[in-house]
């Protein structure tokens, strides 16, 4: 009971019906969300955080208001509880991408995917599988909300929360996310290359074989490292932050050759929809930057 509520208010430090109106379709089942616009200019693909849903993406999710009057068409994901993907489950959501396309005869042109938290990490690792596998779906563009994309420095990251025993919710998720590690992966020091194949990025080995496929993809990496607020509630440094790590990956594109690559950080915005502060939203992305970032 315990680790199940636990589940629910972790954010990883890491009817079936339709309706019709003027503006835009949707459709909403157990496993997605769609919003079709009436003017389609682009779709984004978003994948949840950890314990996340739909319903949670559309309610924290504030840019998403509205956006499709602004021609972008959205499909919101139940997909959650990942870090990372295997191979089989990178060609299963591939399929299950092109099916509800298919399905709601939605064009695969200007596709965007994206992910809050480890929703980030799914969205990075499925965009470089469907290039590198030449897929009708082709991303071009991809956006990562303060995700733990090193799952190195995130077991790391969460044996110091637990030492640190600075917040009571910092420590729980450490310990969750310690025994996550280490029941799939095993320890970083003696199963290095489980992590090399598992994390869309390692700082220590400088791992380019799962970024290596997004050099001519735009991207752009989100994070507000608010860093009075995590030494206060978290007893947390820079380097301690998912913004260290996005830093990181989005200088190694860089030198990957990719000049569409953003590292991007917010100040003031992480303000979550129950009005209380929290640099770890979505609501660090604001909907008019986005879109013309999108449509340009």
């Known amino acids: 009971m315990k680790k199940n509520i636990f589940l629910i208010a972790l954010s990883v430090f890491l009817v079936s019906c339709t309706t019709r109106n003027i503006a835009a379709e949707s459709v909403k089942n157990n496993h997605y969300k769609l919003k079709q616009s009436s003017d389609q200019k682009a779709v984004l693909i978003l994948f949840p955080c950890f314990p996340c849903d739909t319903e949670h993406t559309q309610t924290e999710a504030g840019f998403l208001k509205n956006i499709e009057n602004k021609g972008i068409t959205t499909l919101l994901l139940n997909d959650n509880q990942r870090l990372f993907l295997t191979e089989s489950e990178k060609e299963e959501y591939a399929k299950s991408l092109n099916t509800i396309l298919d399905q709601k005869k939605i064009k695969k042109e200007n596709i965007f995917i994206g992910g809050f938290s480890s929703g980030g990490n799914v969205a990075l690792l499925l965009s470089a599988y469907l290039i590198k596998k030449h897929n009708a779906i082709q991303p071009k563009g991809l956006l990562v909300v303060d995700s733990p994309v090193d799952l190195e420095q995130l077991y790391r990251n969460a044996g110091k929360d637990i030492i640190a025993n600075a917040d009571p919710d910092a420590v729980e998720e450490g310990k969750f996310l310690t025994e996550l590690f280490e029941k799939k992966l095993g320890k970083p020091n003696e199963n290095p290359e489980k992590y090399k194949i598992a994390s869309p990025y390692l700082i220590s ?62 100040k003031n915005r992480g303000i979550r929809a129950n009005g209380k502060q929290h640099p770890h939203s979505w609501n660090i992305v604001e909907q008019d930057e986005l879109v013309k970032w999108m449509l340009d």
Do not use: H
């Not at 820079?238 to 590292?263: H, P, R, T, W």
């Open 205 to 266: 080995g400088n791992s380019i074989e799962n970024i290596q496929y997004l050099k001519a993809v735009k991207t752009r990496f989100y994070c507000e490292p608010d860093i009075e607020w995590q030494q206060n509630n978290k007893g947390r440094k820079f380097e301690d932050l998912n913004a260290f790590m996005l830093k990181k990956v989005n200088e190694s594109l860089g030198n990957l050759g990719n000049q569409k690559s953003e590292y991007i950080e917010t």
